[in-house]
């Protein structure tokens, strides 16, 4: 169960992590990332940070090295925007949802078009039948 105190530490963790993550960081690495959701201990003492890196596995590695590298970084600038007794110790976790989404959307199309294309060799055929039937009644 979360509390609405965990919930506000998420967003503001998502918030910090996220501008931190645009403005602050200078890593030529960490390009292309989404900070998608945080899920924060009961005890505050620890955080996952989903995040969603667009791009080929070899720049999702470097983008992952990077942040990890500068996850000191930004944990001291969620100590300055949380006013806790303990800094959350973060873990970014890559999150595949994003990826997933785009792959089943992509399907959805090849379905709508492959139905389209079925509709009309359909039509395309009952009004073949149609103007032989017609025909063969002429005779």
């Known amino acids: 169960m979360t509390t609405r105190r965990i919930e506000k530490i998420a967003q503001a963790i998502l918030e910090t992590v ?28 620890s955080a996952k940070i989903y995040i969603s890196i667009m791009g080929d596995e070899k720049s999702k590695a470097l983008c992952m090295h990077g942040l990890n590298s500068a996850k000191g970084f930004i944990q001291s600038k969620i100590a300055d925007r949380i006013q806790t007794r303990y800094t959350p110790v973060i873990k970014f976790i890559q999150d595949s949802v994003v990826k997933d989404s785009i792959e089943a959307l992509r399907i959805l199309d090849e379905l709508q078009v492959e139905r389209e294309t079925n509709k009309s060799a ?10 032989t039937d017609e025909e063969t009644n002429e005779d």
Do not use: F
């Open 18 to 45: 996220g501008t931190t993550i645009l403005l602050h960081l200078r890593d030529p690495r960490i390009q292309n990332v989404t900070v998608l959701h945080v899920d924060v201990a009961p005890d505050v003492q």
């Open 122 to 131: 359909q039509k395309s055929s009952l009004e073949e039948d149609r103007s």
